[in-house]
């Protein structure tokens, strides 16, 4: 059965389609300040691709005590829900009962380990530094695409091409003007 938390505690929520609610508020019904998800407590819980709240809201400003009883679809839209709370939360309640809940986030604590730094491979800015091919796969980003390219003794292979900077680089690879990423040849032995 779904615990009673703050509505802050529940979120971010991602949906299925990608977006995410990352915060909500709703305005005091009586002094009209915004008081946000931190100064709700209740229930939220995802499901049918639809974000469920029931809660109590509590104006920080004037004190005031309102009921918040909404569904957030996931074009982030906001829907009032007509039941009285006390009826909605019940539904809600029954809905989530075999739901497995995750541990309350007050509870959780992240152990620190100093983690290997991830491999890096070569980084080329300079074109000229580099030998290469003369076969020409294409151009990306105004860059001509050879099939290989030679580094410090080392041929490179044609791998993939990537937006700059969105890009990871494993200790076989090799970066050449911030788009193309090529990667170290195998060297077939034999015994």
């Not at 508020?25 to 009209?32: A, D, E, N, W």
């Not at 497995?100 to 983690?115: D, F, G, I, Y």
């Not at 494993?170 to 034999?190: C, D, K, N, S, V």
Request: net charge neutral; glycine share 6%.
């Amino acid at each position: 059965m779904a615990r009673q938390n703050t509505i802050s505690s529940y979120l971010p929520v991602t949906f299925p389609n990608g977006n995410r609610v990352r915060r909500f508020g709703k305005h005091c019904p009586h002094c009209h300040a915004m008081v946000g998800c931190e100064h709700m407590s209740g229930l939220a819980s995802l499901q049918q691709d639809k974000l469920f709240l029931a809660a109590q809201g509590s104006c920080p400003a004037c004190h005031h005590r309102f009921s918040v009883a909404c569904v957030i679809t996931d074009d982030k839209r906001v829907h009032r829900v007509m039941l009285p709370l006390w009826v909605y939360r019940l539904w809600l309640q029954l809905a989530t009962r075999n739901t497995p809940q995750l541990p309350s986030r007050e509870n959780w604590s992240v152990e620190q380990e100093e983690a290997d730094p991830a491999p890096v491979g070569f980084i080329v800015n300079d074109v000229a530094s580099v030998t290469c091919s003369d076969e020409i796969l294409g151009r990306f980003h105004e860059q001509t695409i050879s099939a290989w390219v030679e580094y410090e003794g080392r041929r490179f292979l044609f791998e993939r091409a990537a937006p700059p900077g969105q890009f990871a680089l494993t200790e076989q690879e090799l970066l050449l003007a911030g788009t193309l990423i090529y990667r170290q040849q195998e060297i077939a032995t034999t015994a």
